[in-house]
């Protein structure tokens, strides 16, 4: 069964520094994706970025990029230059190409940037 | 933004009565989930539909049930709601499944058991 794991309850960081929110995750799969979504405090969620299983490169999408290390089974999202609207609580979630219509989310990393 | 709205957005019910929340997309999308959010476990997967009238569980289902007789409308039923049933419900949608199809979340509903 697919597993993903953010071991950071909760995140503190400067304003304008950046941050690495941790996540790794478990699968047998080959195939598969990996995304990260934020929930700010008003509730919704909130698509950031995604990277495939067979990219080659890592994904970026403005401020926040992914550090995807495919042979420790991780996806860091890094956000630089943070600022206040970006605390959030950040979910890293997967889906398997041969279980496609169920996407696993882990427990969040509550990041809150200090001014 | 992805079309997508969801009601009620708060509910307060009793134990042992019935709940239904309503998922309502403009994007034609084929598919659409619901999800609960609970502390310590981020978002897990209730029921998904691949199609009108095609669902299929997924791994909280358990005192939940789905319809879905128009692409645009999805219907998640607590038949006898229970405490444990407080959550926050998502609703999302995807317009494939392939493994770069992000998920569209709605608003969310605030669903109290008492």
């Known amino acids: 069964a697919q597993k993903i794991t953010q071991t950071q309850p909760g995140m503190f960081v400067q304003e304008k520094e950046a941050v690495t929110l941790d996540c790794t995750y478990d699968?047998?799969?080959?195939?598969?994706?990996l995304f990260w979504y934020k929930q700010p405090s008003s509730g919704e969620m909130i698509f950031l970025i995604y990277q495939g299983s067979y990219d080659q490169q890592n994904a970026t999408e403005g401020r926040y990029s992914l550090n995807f290390q495919k042979a420790r089974k991780s996806a860091n999202l890094v956000i630089s230059a943070s600022q206040l609207g970006d605390s959030a609580m950040y979910f890293c979630a997967m889906r398997e190409a041969r279980n496609n219509n169920d996407m696993r989310f882990g427990a969040g990393t509550r990041l809150t940037v200090k001014p | 933004d992805a079309g997508i709205t969801q009601s009620p957005r708060h509910k307060v019910t009793e134990t042992g009565t019935p709940v239904t929340l309503r998922c309502h997309q403009t994007?034609?999308?084929?598919?659409m989930y619901w999800y609960r959010q609970d502390p310590g476990h981020g978002l897990r997967l209730i029921h998904y539909?691949?199609?009108?009238?095609?669902?299929d569980k997924g791994e909280v289902s358990d005192g939940y049930s789905v319809s879905r007789s128009k692409t645009e409308d999805f219907l998640l039923t607590l038949e006898s709601a229970t405490s444990s049933q407080t959550s926050v419900y998502f609703c999302?949608?995807?317009?494939?499944?392939?493994?770069?199809?992000?998920?569209?979340f709605g608003p969310g509903t605030r669903l109290t058991v008492l």
């Open positions: 539909s691949y199609g009108v009238k095609d669902t």
């Open positions: 699968t047998s799969d080959p195939s598969y994706g």
């Open positions: 994007e034609n999308h084929r598919y």
């Open positions: 999302a949608i995807s317009e494939g499944v392939l493994a770069g199809n992000e998920q569209f």
